[in-house]
């Protein structure tokens, strides 16, 4: 029985580690909020980084991932465009990302390319309008924030971890209550 509540609860916090990694799904305008918007803007003007609107038409995909994963290595390497934008913003560092996933980069680069591009007219009609409301609704991607985010899977470890303390300290005390008991209630006399 002690085997399979192990098993079970090692097997539970193993799947929910997993499932709760869907930090690669997350969507791209949280990972830019999260990540990016303290810093940076996209057609807003500079901010402590550079304003990145249409930034994917200035740098390449290949260079912009190695930038945002570590902008300090390809400032070690003497980039010059790495060095160029770290003296135009007074020698400030970018923070470096080295968790994100080339596909959360791409995520946030095609939400900056999304968002740099100009909005598209007015729709002629109310039915139109309705209709691009509904098609732009079904293609935004979900979230990967919410009941399976890493906070919430680090909660969940911690507490399944504290009910299996708390169910072998509960065996271990009923143990040792039991021998104190079986202890106290037999006859001890020295004089039978």
Known sequence: ???????????????????????AQADAKTLFKDYCKACHTIDQGKLVGPELKNI???????????????????????????????????????????????????????????????????????????????????AAPASGSGWFSMPFNLLLAVILVLLVVIYYLSNSVRRLTDQLSD???TDRSFFK
């Not at 029985?1 to 930090?23: D, E, P, W, Y």
């Not at 200035?58 to 790495?82: C, F, G, H, Y």
């Not at 959360?104 to 039915?127: C, V």
């Open 56 to 138: 994917h038409e200035k740098r390449s995909e290949e260079w912009l991932i190695k930038w945002i994963r570590n902008p300090q290595a390809m400032l070690d390497a003497k980039d010059p465009d790495a060095i160029a934008i770290w003296e135009q913003f007074n020698k400030v560092p970018m923070t470096p990302n080295p968790n994100m996933t080339d596909d959360d980069i791409r995520g946030i680069l095609a939400y900056i390319k999304e968002q740099s591009s100009p909005a598209p007219a007015a729709a002629a009609t109310p039915a139109a309008a309705a209709d691009s409301a509904a098609g732009a609704a079904a």
């Open 183 to 185: 202890f106290y209630h």
């Open 1 to 23: 029985m002690k085997i399979n509540i192990l098993s079970a609860a090692i097997a539970f916090c193993f799947l929910f580690s997993f499932v709760g990694s869907a930090h």
